[in-house]
């Protein structure tokens, strides 16, 4: 006994460093994100309040590029609305005279918005950090989008904060298509470049062409249908010969994000609890 | 005694708000991460105890883990980084007696000690963590690369560091 605990004494250091190793293994090594605790990430508390008070000196870096799209954006809305505005004239004019009282139109989605206040792009793993939490209505697995296209799903929310993977990281794969026909196919980042990712497991009988544009498929349930992700380049060479894969252009630019929208559909819940009873 | 300690959470609290706030942004020409933090660890008094070391270490790299969303990576690099620490320091410094002040600098150790301990520890740390970082995507031309650059970037941040640290001391007396 007493040798024994000479030796532990003795070489106390050795079991000391084995302890720590083995601990920062264990973080290291455990896969599922959605076990990790809120207080190890950069959504907790103090992290939170840090990246928010740098936010508030850095976030009007980027303040005209992000101008320039919503202007952008703000012009082919208003397009838009001019050209529904129009038909819906011409179809009350159409059904004046029917006294069938119009169903009001359930709204689907909404969006919550909120500031990026930490962000990467260099890394293997990126994740984003919010100023938006569960007091808000933020709840994990909602998807993130902005005026250009997606940019990931909440992971980890506290009550004043959320992390949000982005979609430059291999644990996250979005379901999506070529726009104009309803081929599935699912998009993930390879590492290389912050500005392209592929879209992989499109089947061989795809049409596409360089510069088609790739949009969400909206069977998540996470995303509503046809919100932009990317645009196509190219085809890239893969091992896997039964399908295509395409390496195409990110619409988001992750480099400068500053507002973002957390899509909220009102489905989520009804949708989730009929896959879960699918499982039992 | 208690400005000693009180001066290394200072250090601690300012390398970490660095490396949060700034250095983590930074991703020069695609490869070069400055790691910056570690200079606690190079910085702690020669006669520190393994113990110490290694608790302080893997503290120090467990808080930039929470801040930069990498669980356990730089934790893990930190604790062995603190404890080869003494031992890289003894590899170019035989005799830690005939020095004048325990903290580690430019001007206690002599510049061409101070300059391999630094560069020896840094290399050590920038090639673990890229290697354990490259487990997600693996390219090894890329790996060589970003811990040459990374390396580099962060013993020039490090030295201007210790300069800016000693200019002031000296300045005080």
């Known amino acids: 006994m007493r040798t024994l605990l000479n030796f532990l004494v003795k070489h106390r250091a050795w079991f000391l460093f084995i302890f720590y190793a083995v601990i920062s293994l264990g973080l290291l090594f455990k896969n599922n994100p959605y076990q990790r605790h809120v207080y ?13 008070l740098s936010n508030s000196v850095t976030g009007y870096f980027n303040l005209r590029a992000i101008n320039d799209d919503l202007q952008r954006q703000n012009a082919e809305l208003s397009s838009e609305l001019l050209a529904l505005r129009d038909q819906v004239d011409k179809l009350t004019l159409k059904v004046y ?7 009001e139109p359930v709204r689907k989605y909404d969006f919550i918005l909120a500031k990026v206040i930490n962000n990467s792009i260099s890394r293997p793993h990126n994740y984003i950090t919010i ?7 933020v709840r994990p697995e909602m998807g993130v989008i902005d005026q250009n296209g997606v940019i990931g799903v909440v992971e980890i929310v506290n009550d004043r904060f959320a992390r949000i993977i982005s979609l430059l990281n291999p644990d996250f794969r979005l379901s999506c298509k070529v726009k104009g026909n309803d081929i599935i196919g699912s998009l993930v980042w390879d590492g290389k470049d912050s500005r392209t990712a592929l879209v992989e497991e499109l089947p061989k009988h795809t049409v596409f062409a360089p510069g088609d544009t790739i949009v969400t498929s909206g069977f998540s349930a996470m995303f509503p249908p046809d919100i932009p992700v990317a645009t196509v380049i190219e085809r890239a060479t893969t091992n896997d ?7 195409v252009r990110l619409l988001t630019e ?19 609890e009929i896959e879960a009873n699918m499982k039992q | 005694m208690a400005k ?3 001066s290394y959470i200072l250090l601690f609290v300012v390398l970490v708000a660095a490396q949060a706030v700034v250095f983590n942004q930074i991703c020069l020409f695609g490869v070069a991460v400055p790691l910056v933090f570690i200079f606690f660890i190079l910085r702690l008094p020669v006669n520190t105890g393994p113990n110490t ?4 270490g893997f503290i120090l790299g467990l808080t930039v883990d929470v801040f930069s969303d990498t669980p356990g990576m730089n934790a893990l690099c930190c604790t062995v980084l603190a404890g080869l620490r003494n031992p890289i320091l003894h590899l170019y410094l035989p005799r830690e007696d005939n020095i004048s002040n325990p903290i580690p600098s430019m001007k206690s150790l002599t510049g061409s000690v101070y300059l391999k301990y630094v560069i020896t520890a840094i290399t050590l740390y920038c090639a673990l963590y ?5 487990f997600t995507f693996f390219a090894l031309r890329m790996l060589i690369l970003r811990i040459a650059a990374s390396t580099l970037l962060t013993f020039i941040i490090i030295i201007c560091i210790d300069s800016l640290t000693s200019l002031k001391s000296e300045k005080r007396l």
């Open chain 1, 97 to 103: 005279g029917d006294s069938v009282p119009a169903i």
């Open chain 2, 4 to 6: 000693t300690v009180f």
């Open chain 1, 40 to 52: 190890l990430t950069s959504a907790s508390h103090v992290t939170g309040s840090v990246y928010k």
């Open chain 2, 53 to 56: 070391l290694l608790t302080l």
């Open chain 1, 131 to 137: 100023d938006k939490g569960s007091l808000d209505g």
């Open chain 1, 254 to 272: 992750f480099a400068q994000l500053s507002t973002v929208r957390i899509v909220v559909n009102s489905d989520l819940n009804d949708i989730k």
């Open chain 2, 130 to 134: 890229f290697i354990l970082e490259s």
């Open chain 1, 241 to 247: 010969d039964n399908f295509y894969t395409l390496r």
